[in-house]
């Protein structure tokens, strides 16, 4: 038994299969329940498993406060992204992405929504070239709504050949 959880075998055993998974093609884990049942705590352990496995463990935990600023949980989960993936994307995905991360002045009217997208997935698809890649969210339903897969549960099309989109909502 890990420390910090107690029981819930049957969803540490789902987290495992996950991972498992997503090592190997791109796979999505969505655990729903009601609020203080141990959702987060599932969530943390989840996210330490997939470290120790050497996965790159991408986070966001957006709050209801953040629900309504575009592009929170973008910043949150490239945060640990380093600046040469930035640089190695096609100029117009960089110019987007960085004016939506508030890291570049936009020109006009703010970044192209569509830009935006392709760029987080081109970035997302060469860091799963290189290795297991997990986009962990924990309360999936405060997330922005131009957040990659801002909708009410995980966007079914896959980002990357492999990978893995671990999910907690109410
Ligand atoms: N399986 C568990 N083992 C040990 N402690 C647990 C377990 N599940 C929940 N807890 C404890 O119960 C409390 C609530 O858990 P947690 O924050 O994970 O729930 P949650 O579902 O994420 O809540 P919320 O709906 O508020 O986000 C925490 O103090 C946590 O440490
Ligand atoms: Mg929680």
Redesign the pocket.
């Known amino acids: 038994m890990p420390p ?5 075998e049957a969803q540490l055993l789902e987290v495992e299969r996950f991972l498992d998974a997503s090592a190997a093609g791109f796979a999505v884990l969505v655990l729903e ?1 009601d ?7 599932l969530w943390r352990e989840a996210r330490s498993r997939a470290g120790e496995r050497g996965a790159l463990v991408l986070s966001s935990r957006p709050s209801a406060a953040e629900a309504k600023l575009s592009f929170a949980a973008l910043a949150d989960l490239l945060a640990r992204v380093d600046g040469a993936a930035f640089a190695a994307l096609p100029g117009p995905q960089r110019d987007a992405l960085e004016v939506a991360l508030l890291r570049r002045r936009p020109v006009g009217k703010g970044p192209d929504s569509r830009a935006v997208a392709a760029a987080f997935l081109t970035l997302i698809r060469r860091l799963a070239a290189d290795g297991q890649v997990i986009l962990a969210v924990d ?1 999936w339903q405060w997330l922005d709504r131009r957040a990659p897969g801002g909708r009410r549960r995980p966007d079914p099309v896959r980002p990357a050949p492999r990978g893995g989109v671990l999910a907690m909502a ?1």
Do not use: Y
Not at 4 to 8: K, L, S, T
């Open positions: 910090g959880v107690v029981g819930r329940g609020a203080g049942i141990g959702k987060t705590t309360d109410e």
